[in-house]
């Protein structure tokens, strides 16, 4: 099923995007290294930054070498959400159920992170309202200080939280 973006790296996503997509890139290569999983949390400002209700994203990597990722929505009960169910469905990804509330994709053997990141990203921001201005937690063990040094997001003050650069001024380290 297409995603939202032209392989060539033509996102709608515009460029003050990109240091978020590298960080997702820098997540979802770490993965592949590590054979963990990965969370990213995000803190919208549409749910308060409520970790409860804001958008998550969750990867494992399988051992034949395909990628399950996840994208847990806080607000999925909505009469808004129940609109995105279609579209989610259309861009490939399986609907929330009973046994798993996410919504989910399995991403064959050959997934290219930096392509991952951008599909991962643009379907937040499309279809679960996040905004460049939010906050990010990378919950990974290790993954903030490698966030931190390898990324261009910015890191708040005493907090394990990014945002990307030019947002957020008052807050940051």
Do not use: C
């Not at 861009?91 to 392509?115: K, M, Y």
């Not at 490698?146 to 939280?161: D, E, G, M, N, T």
Request: hydrophobic letters at 40%.
């Amino acid at each position: 099923m297409g995603a939202l973006l032209n392989t060539s790296g033509d996102t709608f996503l515009g460029p003050e995007w990109t240091p978020l997509i590298e960080a997702f890139e820098l997540v979802f290569s770490r993965v592949t290294h590590e054979s963990s999983t990965s969370v990213v949390q995000t803190l919208t400002r549409k749910h308060a930054f409520s970790p409860d209700f804001s958008p998550y994203v969750q990867a494992r990597l399988y051992r034949d070498g395909s990628l399950l990722v996840e994208l847990a929505d806080g607000d999925h009960k909505s009469k808004v959400a129940a609109k995105r169910l279609g579209e989610m469905k259309f861009l490939g990804w399986n609907l929330p159920t009973g046994s798993n509330p996410h919504f989910s994709r399995i991403f064959n053997v050959g997934w290219e992170a930096r392509q991952l990141g951008e599909q991962v990203l643009e379907v937040l921001v499309s279809l679960l309202d996040l905004e460049v201005s939010d906050w990010f937690h990378f919950m990974t063990p290790g993954m903030t200080p490698f966030i931190a040094a390898h990324s261009k997001l910015k890191l708040f003050a005493k907090q394990p939280y990014f945002t990307v650069p030019g947002y957020n001024r008052e807050l940051l380290v």
